[in-house]
C-alpha cells in the first residue's frame, strides 16, 4: 500500500519517530485533502498544489512539525493555516481529548477542510476564517500553536496566546525560512531546527502581499 511504503520510509529516514504520531498518521488519507488531478501522488513525500497558490505540506514536513511539537491526548493546539486540513486531522488524532482550533485566510480552503473533517469523523477541531497572524484570543491560552506559513518574525500575538510550559513552532522567513521552536517558561526558550519552504503568512503580522 502506497500509504505504508511513505509511512515506513519517513520512519527510516528519521523524520517519524514516535508511535502516536505514526498511527495518527496511518489513519489519515492524504488523498482526500487534494484536487482529482493530483490525486496519484498523495503518498509522494512532496507538497502539491490545492488550489488558489497554496500547498499541501509535503509528509515529512508535517512530520518533522509534529515530533517537534510532541503532542498529547490532551493537548488544546491553535494552527494557522488550514489548507484543506490535512495537518489538522493528524494533530486532532493525536490529541483526542483534547482541541484543534485552525484558522485560515481563504473561506473556500476553510470549508473544504470542514468538509474533509466531517468525512473522517473527526470532531475536535474548530475552523475559522481569518487573519491568523494575530492568533485566535478567544480560546488562548495554548499549549501548543503552529504555524504552516512563514512570517517575516515571530508574530507577538502568538507568544502571548501560548501558555506556560507550552511549544510554538513556525517558519520564520519568506519563501525559504528557519523553522523556529520556542518554549514559553520563565525564560523563552528558542531553537532553530533547520531551513524548509512554506508559503507566506499574509496578515497583520505577517507579509501583505505575495
Ligand atoms: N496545514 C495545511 C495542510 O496540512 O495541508 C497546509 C496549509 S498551506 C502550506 C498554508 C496555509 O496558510 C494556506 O492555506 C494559506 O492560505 C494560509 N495562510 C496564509 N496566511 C494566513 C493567515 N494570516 N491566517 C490564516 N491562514 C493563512
Redesign the pocket.
Known amino acids: 500500500m502506497e500509504k505504508e511504503k511513505l509511512i515506513k520510509k519517513l520512519i527510516r529516514h528519521g523524520y517519524l519517530k514516535s508511535k502516536r504520531i505514526i498511527e495518527a498518521m496511518r489513519e489519515v488519507p492524504r488523498e482526500i ?1 487534494i484536487p482529482d488531478r493530483q490525486r496519484g501522488y498523495a503518498y509522494e513525500d512532496t ?1 502539491l498544489e ?1 488550489g ?1 497558490g ?4 509535503a509528509p515529512h514536513m ?1 512530520a518533522i512539525m509534529l515530533e517537534a511539537l510532541q503532542l498529547d491526548e490532551d493537548s488544546k493546539i491553535l ?10 486531522s493528524i494533530a486532532a488524532k493525536i490529541a483526542s481529548r483534547g482541541m484543534v482550533y485552525t ?4 473561506k473556500e ?1 476553510a470549508d473544504k477542510a470542514k468538509e474533509n473533517f466531517k468525512k473522517l469523523g473527526i470532531k475536535n477541531v474548530k475552523v475559522f476564517i ?4 494575530l492568533g485566535l484570543p478567544e480560546f488562548a491560552p495554548y499549549t501548543h500553536i503552529y504555524a ?2 512563514s512570517a517575516p518574525s515571530v508574530p507577538p500575538a502568538l507568544i502571548e496566546q501560548l501558555g506556560k510550559g507550552g511549544k510554538l513552532l513556525i517558519p520564520v522567513g519568506r519563501v525559504y525560512c528557519d523553522l523556529i521552536l520556542i518554549e514559553k517558561n520563565e525564560k523563552m526558550k528558542k531553537k532553530n531546527l533547520g531551513g524548509c519552504a ?6 497583520k503580522e ?1 507579509y501583505n502581499d505575495y
Request: glycine residues 18%; contains cysteine; aromatic residues 8%.
Open positions: 485533502f507538497p490545492i488558489h497554496q500547498t499541501i505540506s508535517v494552527e494557522i493555516g488550514t489548507g484543506t486540513g490535512y495537518h489538522a484558522i485560515e485566510r481563504i480552503l481569518g487573519d491568523g497572524s504552516t506559513c512554506f508559503v507566506p503568512m499574509i496578515g505577517g
